[in-house]
């Protein structure tokens, strides 16, 4: 059975909270005021609920078929129809130039279609998620040409996009990566050779035209990450001719099996470079950031469907009698699971770490739109600095608890959420990729410690201290706020005590303190970082009056006084270090 209804007033007290308005007040967002952009999330929301979701279980069963003779994938029934509505609807184009046929929407409005796509059908929305991908890269990297041959297509979902990266003895370290590109004689094109694997709808039949960014060696490259570059290989050439890049297998997988999974042979196929040669990781780049804040909103959107779908299911279920005699119902033999303290624990787990994460999504995404939009420079940069710091912590972190919370949620539902009645064993299949691809989570953390907190002497860390003092500072004399101030206060001195104590002064001398300190810290920012949105949040919603308010303040107080305080077991363990993990040798494990 699946449960969903787009959380629609969440996601609009989410922007409203997180500086939507600034967006809107720029004139080239003057047509994307807060209620216009609701009214299009309200639709988005109707077309994932009644159009993604009802193909989501049956193609998870059905899955993606390969035939080897033609090399084609077929994927599962209704996949086909389903991406001509979507095209038909033109969610895709909403947030890209108007030039190339988009809606010049902001790109907030692209995470939030994210988050509602990836709950209603995780596996179909990521052709579009790495499609967008693309259009960012092209619109960044690609010359005027690219721009103008790819740019529409890809836009308006005539042609879909993938990320060429992996091949098998490469997928972390993209510096031991072999495929050649050779240039052709006389032309501006060069021959691609090599394998690519677990590539994400490198082949399907949604459209005729597949564009694919691989990352390939020029003749001359240095060896290791800098002698990477970035190429455009469409699927079908400009002149009608089929590209020799096919298809050579699927794999099997635990879960989006509605996804295909691709080995892809480059048999000399032809390809254009993006960008400078050997600076092929800068376009990657901008094609994994954007993709990588989509992957952590993944969490978010699993977190949401299996919370309502448990929520449903507890509502329904009778089980045991409530420890509290008063509140026992006397004309049954057993009370709801909603009076054991423990079942309403495990929800609202699920419901106020969801309600967070969706807080740091949307302040990030605010600051994408700032970051490109804002009049002031120093605004830009700022907001910039903050995009840059909270990508790998959305990325991990998101996915992480997203992860958590799925199997949380079918906790609540007992055995009827590990059998496929109720879907959610799909959801945590489909949800434990995310901690793996666009980067597993610990080189998440490890980009978050080694590049994004140093980078230009710490900066973007003394922006996000700047904003959270000011929090403090600004409702110290509020009483009302103490419950929302106080943990984040002292959350946050434990953040910078360990930024300064463990990280800089041991991990900056020892890189294998950072690495064993890495992810823990990741998680320590992150739940750190939300309490302060979420506090934030609080002082809007005491100034408001209603149900919604009233919940939201309970569910808030229960992130800073329920889950908050997991920052002091992983500082702990943070202090810990590495000794006991290096104390081991090969042979004792
Ligand atoms: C379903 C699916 C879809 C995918 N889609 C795509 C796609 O569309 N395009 C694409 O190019 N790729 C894709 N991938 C590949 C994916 O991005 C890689 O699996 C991922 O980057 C991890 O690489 P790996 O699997 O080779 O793991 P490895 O790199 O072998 O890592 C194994 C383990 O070692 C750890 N590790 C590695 N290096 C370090 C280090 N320096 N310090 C500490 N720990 C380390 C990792 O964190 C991990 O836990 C996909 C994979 C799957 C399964």
């Given at each position: 059975?699946?449960t969903?209804k787009?959380p629609?007033?969440?996601?609009?007290?989410s922007?409203?909270?997180m500086?939507?308005?600034k967006?809107?007040?720029?004139?080239?967002?003057?047509?994307?005021?807060?209620?216009?952009?609701?009214?299009?999330?309200?639709e988005?929301?109707?077309?994932?609920?009644?159009e993604?979701?009802?193909?989501?279980?049956?193609?998870?069963?059905?899955?993606?078929h390969y035939?080897p003779?033609t090399?084609?994938?077929?994927?599962p029934?209704?996949?086909?129809?389903?991406?001509?509505?979507?095209?038909?609807?033109?969610?895709?184009a909403?947030?890209?130039?108007?030039?190339?046929?988009?809606?010049?929407?902001?790109?907030?409005?692209?995470?939030?279609?994210?988050e509602?796509?990836?709950a209603?059908?995780?596996?179909?929305?990521?052709?579009?998620?790495?499609?967008?991908?693309?259009?960012?890269?092209?619109?960044h990297w690609?010359?005027?040409?690219q721009?103008?041959t790819?740019?529409p297509?890809?836009i308006?979902c005539?042609?879909?996009?993938?990320m060429?990266?992996t091949?098998?003895?490469?997928?972390?370290?993209?510096?031991l990566l072999?495929t050649?590109a050779?240039p052709?004689?006389?032309?501006?094109?060069y021959?691609?050779?090599?394998?690519?694997?677990?590539?994400?709808?490198?082949?399907?039949?949604?459209t005729?035209?597949?564009?694919?960014?691989?990352?390939?060696?020029l003749?001359?490259?240095?060896e290791?990450?800098?002698g990477i570059?970035?190429?455009i290989?469409?699927?079908?050439l400009?002149?009608?001719e089929?590209n020799?890049?096919y298809?050579?297998?699927l794999?099997?997988?635990?879960?989006?099996h509605a996804s295909?999974?691709?080995?892809?042979n480059?048999e000399g196929?032809?390809?254009?470079l993006v960008?400078?040669p050997?600076k092929?990781?800068?376009?990657?780049?901008?094609?994994?950031?954007a993709?990588?804040?989509?992957?952590g909103?993944?969490?978010?959107?699993?977190?949401e469907?299996?919370y309502q779908?448990?929520?449903?299911?507890?509502?329904?279920?009778?089980q045991?009698?409530?420890?509290?005699p008063?509140k026992?119902?006397?004309?049954?033999?057993?009370?709801?699971?909603?009076?054991?303290?423990?079942v309403?624990?495990?929800l609202?787990?699920?419901k106020?770490?969801?309600?967070?994460?969706?807080?740091?999504s949307?302040?990030?995404?605010v600051?994408?739109?700032?970051?490109?939009n804002?009049?002031?420079?120093?605004?830009?940069?700022?907001?910039n600095?903050?995009?840059a710091?909270?990508?790998?912590i959305?990325k991990?972190?998101?996915?992480?608890?997203?992860f958590?919370?799925?199997s949380?949620?079918?906790?609540?539902?007992?055995?009827?959420?590990?059998?496929?009645?109720?879907?959610?064993e799909?959801?945590?299949?489909?949800m434990?990729?995310?901690?793996?691809?666009?980067?597993?989570?610990?080189?998440?953390?490890?980009?978050?410690?080694?590049?994004k907190?140093p980078?230009?002497g710490g900066?973007?860390?003394?922006?996000f201290?700047?904003?959270?003092?000011?929090?403090?500072r600004s409702?110290?004399?509020?009483?009302s706020m103490?419950?929302f101030?106080?943990?984040?206060?002292?959350?946050s001195?434990?953040l910078?005590?360990i930024?300064?104590?463990t990280?800089?002064?041991?991990?900056?001398k020892?890189?294998?303190?950072?690495?064993?300190?890495?992810s823990?810290?990741?998680?320590?920012?992150?739940?750190?970082?939300i309490?302060y949105?979420?506090?934030q949040?609080?002082?809007?919603?005491?100034?408001r009056?209603?149900?919604?308010?009233?919940?939201k303040?309970k569910t808030?107080?229960?992130y800073?006084?329920?889950?908050?305080?997991?920052?002091?077991?992983?500082a702990a363990?943070i202090?810990?270090?590495?000794?006991?993990?290096m104390?081991?040798?090969?042979?004792?494990?």
């Amino acid at each position: 059975m699946q449960t969903y209804k787009a959380p629609v007033r969440d996601i609009r007290f989410s922007l409203e909270t997180m500086g939507y308005d600034k967006i809107a007040n720029f004139s080239q967002f003057e047509d994307y005021d807060i209620d216009t952009l609701m009214s299009i999330v309200e639709e988005a929301g109707k077309f994932c609920t009644n159009e993604m979701l009802p193909t989501n279980s049956a193609a998870d069963q059905e899955g993606v078929h390969y035939n080897p003779e033609t090399m084609e994938v077929t994927t599962p029934k209704g996949f086909k129809e389903l991406w001509a509505k979507f095209r038909e609807g033109e969610f895709a184009a909403m947030p890209h130039p108007v030039e190339y046929g988009g809606h010049g929407a902001p790109m907030t409005l692209a995470f939030i279609m994210s988050e509602l796509s990836t709950a209603t059908n995780k596996s179909f929305s990521m052709c579009p998620g790495l499609t967008q991908g693309l259009v960012d890269a092209l619109i960044h990297w690609g010359s005027d040409e690219q721009k103008k041959t790819y740019l529409p297509p890809l836009i308006s979902c005539e042609y879909t996009g993938t990320m060429c990266l992996t091949e098998p003895q490469c997928g972390t370290d993209l510096g031991l990566l072999t495929t050649k590109a050779e240039p052709i004689e006389g032309r501006d094109a060069y021959s691609l050779t090599g394998t690519k694997i677990w590539i994400t709808f490198g082949e399907h039949d949604l459209t005729e035209n597949i564009v694919h960014l691989v990352l390939a060696r020029l003749p001359d490259a240095p060896e290791g990450i800098r002698g990477i570059s970035t190429f455009i290989v469409p699927k079908i050439l400009e002149n009608g001719e089929r590209n020799p890049i096919y298809c050579g297998g699927l794999e099997h997988k635990m879960g989006i099996h509605a996804s295909p999974t691709c080995v892809m042979n480059l048999e000399g196929a032809e390809g254009y470079l993006v960008g400078e040669p050997h600076k092929g990781m800068k376009v990657m780049f901008t094609m994994m950031n954007a993709a990588r804040l989509s992957v952590g909103i993944e969490g978010i959107a699993l977190s949401e469907i299996s919370y309502q779908t448990a929520l449903a299911f507890a509502k329904d279920r009778t089980q045991m009698r409530a420890l509290d005699p008063a509140k026992r119902d006397p004309n049954a033999k057993a009370d709801n699971i909603l009076v054991h303290p423990d079942v309403r624990r495990m929800l609202l787990n699920v419901k106020a770490s969801t309600e967070g994460m969706r807080a740091l999504s949307s302040w990030v995404a605010v600051n994408i739109d700032v970051g490109v939009n804002h009049p002031d420079e120093a605004v830009r940069q700022e907001a910039n600095d903050i995009v840059a710091l909270f990508t790998p912590i959305v990325k991990s972190y998101c996915t992480e608890r997203g992860f958590w919370n799925v199997s949380e949620a079918m906790q609540v539902c007992g055995g009827s959420g590990y059998t496929t009645d109720w879907c959610i064993e799909q959801y945590l299949r489909d949800m434990r990729i995310a901690l793996i691809y666009e980067g597993t989570n610990h080189i998440q953390a490890l980009d978050l410690i080694g590049r994004k907190l140093p980078a230009k002497g710490g900066r973007a860390m003394m922006a996000f201290n700047k904003q959270i003092t000011e929090f403090i500072r600004s409702n110290k004399d509020d009483e009302s706020m103490a419950p929302f101030v106080n943990p984040v206060k002292e959350a946050s001195k434990l953040l910078s005590d360990i930024t300064m104590k463990t990280l800089m002064a041991k991990a900056a001398k020892d890189p294998e303190e950072g690495g064993a300190v890495a992810s823990n810290y990741l998680n320590l920012f992150a739940l750190t970082a939300i309490g302060y949105l979420l506090g934030q949040q609080a002082k809007v919603a005491m100034q408001r009056e209603g149900k919604f308010y009233t919940t939201k303040l309970k569910t808030i107080r229960f992130y800073m006084e329920n889950i908050l305080p997991e920052v002091h077991s992983l500082a702990a363990i943070i202090k810990a270090g590495k000794a006991n993990m290096m104390a081991f040798e090969v042979d004792e494990f």
